[in-house]
Antibody, heavy 115, light 109 residues
Framework: EVQLVDSGGGLVKPGGSLRLSCVAS????????FSWVRQAPGKGLEWVSS????????YYADSVKGRFTISRDNAKNSVYLQMDSLRAEDTAVYYC????????WGQGTLVTVSS | EIVLTQSPGTLSLSPGERATLSCRAS???????LAWYQQKPGLAPRLLIY???SRATGIPDRFSGSGSGTDFTLSISRLEPEDFAVYYC??????????FGQGTKVEIK
């Protein structure tokens, strides 16, 4: 079965860190770019970060640049999002997605930043 | 950075009616890289259209996409009860690759 499974969310204090993981199965992982998208409570979709198949290209939204790092391990069919210096406004459901034309999304993992 | 603006913010229609949703870009978007998604509460977005006009696998033919350059449209020919949801457009061809519009809610009138 083709699927993406997100994990790693939770409750963290402002200034803290979390690492999200996304494991893919059922298709050739290393060929494709993957992204993280978030959705704050009651808000729209916000693109966060993308990484190319070979990790050569990495892109970040201005709102997370310098605080979040995207990476991947093609041997483990996995994509990661290291989130540091977390702020209250980073509270959201985070989705792994990719490639865009295939419409594959994870189920989402909730990150709550609160003291 | 390309900014996508969707209109209207909310569309109130009855089942069986036609829905027309607009997505306007601040600069030209390659048609190959314009997508439309449907999202229902508590669920991940569902890809409807990619490449501006190609339906994703399993999407009914009442959904259609059109447009080019800076103006794109999603049409739903006859609304079914399950079509009432929030719809987002997305461009994924220009850096940064993946920006979304703010969404259009299609609600039951």
């Amino acid at each position: 079965e083709v699927q993406l499974v997100d994990s790693g969310g939770g409750l963290v204090k402002p200034g803290g860190s979390l690492r999200l993981s996304c494991v893919a199965s059922g298709f050739t992982f290393s060929t494709y770019s993957f992204s993280w998208v978030r959705q704050a409570p009651g808000k729209g979709l916000e693109w966060v970060s993308s990484i190319s198949g070979s990790s050569t290209y990495r892109y970040y939204a201005d709102s997370v640049k310098g605080r979040f790092t995207i990476s991947r391990d093609n041997a483990k069919n996995s994509v990661y999002l290291q989130m540091d210096s977390l702020r209250a406004e980073d509270t959201a459901v985070y989705y792994c997605a990719g490639p865009w034309e295939h419409g594959r999304w994870g189920q989402g993992t909730l990150v709550t930043v609160s003291s | 950075e390309i900014v996508l603006t969707q209109s209207p913010g909310t569309l109130s229609l009855s089942p069986g009616e036609r829905a027309t949703l607009s997505c306007r870009a601040s600069q030209s978007v390659s048609s190959s890289y314009l997508a439309w998604y449907q999202q229902k509460p508590g669920l991940a977005p569902r890809l409807l259209i990619y490449g501006a006009s190609s339906r994703a696998t399993g999407i009914p033919d009442r959904f259609s996409g059109s447009g080019s350059g800076t103006d794109f449209t999603l049409s739903i020919s006859r609304l079914e009860p399950e079509d009432f949801a929030v719809y987002y457009c997305q461009q994924y061809g220009s850096s940064p690759p993946g920006t979304f519009g703010q969404g259009t809610k299609v609600e039951i009138k």
